[in-house]
């Protein structure tokens, strides 16, 4: 009887009993935590709480703050921490802070647009030098200068880089891609894009750009409305100063996310100003090849068809 039940409890069993491998960790990954403004910790990550990551620097344990971490990843780039990256730009999973600080990490990602016709603003969505603007700022244009802001030791300092290409456009939207070709010293900073669906009647926005040519202007407010139509599109109405030379700069929201593309605004009236929402500007990133500009082919050929006369009524 004993012999008959030990049989019968080992053929019940899995003869491959499953094997339950331990889930991977990131305790033997070397990773470079981003803090803005040029600062970085190089280090393994030992434990990590909701306030702070402990980091071995190799000779000590470095207590850091998760909210003063702009961006982490691998060293090797394998992965990375909150980050999704695209071909032409980027987002991520970042912490709330004020104006002045977000202002202060991202500004250095905030660029001005110099054309013939004018001025204008923009930002760099991905470190090889590609910057959104608005359309009406390069109409015209194929090339124009680009004024890059980079924070040394005694503030932000402005270099130009001429004759930038401008590579995609797209007047529909008032949208377009300008392709800068930074010399090796210098390094690009880059903006993340957010969900501009996301954004409710009252959240905080600020904007940085050059208005009149005010290079490092940082203004904000609200969304008044999430949807109001202007000039056939889609835009976010706010209460945001925007003036001449605004255009084509950030939106950002209080994580310094980028949620739209100031575009123009009133004369003589406060508070009715407009941005274009995020998710159309990474739609022309991710189709930038449809929009790519052809110097020297016109689009002004373009016409739509008039609509077919109505019928007479027959009498």
Same mark, same amino acid.
């Given at each position: ?56 620097? %190799? ?30 730009? !980027? ?23 110099? /054309? !013939? ?8 969505? =991905? ?8 359309? =009406? ?49 210098? /390094? ?20 940085? %750009? !050059? ?48 949620? %739209? ?41 373009? =016409? ?8 007479? /009524?027959?009498?």
């Amino acid at each position: 009887m004993l012999v008959a039940t030990l049989l019968l409890l080992f053929s019940c069993q899995d003869p491959k009993p499953a094997v339950v491998e331990p889930a991977p960790t990131r305790a033997d990954m070397v990773e470079v935590l981003d803090l803005g403004l040029g600062c970085r910790i190089q280090g393994r990550v030992l434990r990590t709480t909701e306030q702070l990551l402990f980091v071995d620097v %190799g000779y000590d344990v470095l207590k850091v703050p998760v909210a003063a971490i702009l961006r982490r990843e691998t060293v090797d780039g394998s992965r990375t921490g909150g980050i999704v990256r695209e071909k032409l730009w !980027a987002r991520a999973e970042l912490p709330e802070r004020s104006v002045a600080e977000g202002a202060k990490l991202m500004g250095e990602a905030v660029v001005k647009i110099e /054309a !013939a016709g004018g001025q204008g603003s923009g930002f760099v969505t =991905h470190a090889d030098g590609w910057v959104v603007t608005n359309f =009406h700022v390069v109409e015209r244009e194929v090339e124009v200068d680009v004024v890059v802001y980079s924070l040394g030791k005694n503030g932000f300092e402005p270099r130009t880089v001429r004759k930038c290409k401008v590579a995609a456009i797209n007047p529909a939207m008032d949208l377009a891609l300008v392709k800068v070709e930074a010399p090796a010293d210098l /390094a690009l900073k880059t903006i993340y894009l957010g969900e501009s669906d996301g954004m409710q009647v009252g959240d905080t926005v600020y904007a940085i %750009g !050059a208005p009149i040519g005010l290079d490092r202007t940082v203004s904000s407010g609200i969304i008044s409305v999430t949807n109001r139509t202007f000039e056939g599109r889609c835009h976010f109405q706010i209460t945001t100063p925007i003036n001449p030379g605004n255009s084509g700069g950030p939106l950002f929201n209080l994580r310094g996310e980028v949620v %739209g593309v100031n575009s123009a605004g009133y004369r003589g009236f406060q508070g009715l100003n407009f941005a274009i929402p995020s998710k159309y500007v990474i739609d022309f990133l991710n189709n930038r090849d449809a929009f790519a500009l052809d110097s020297t082919r016109s689009e002004n050929g373009v =016409h739509y068809l008039p609509a077919p006369r109505k019928p007479k /009524a027959s009498k």
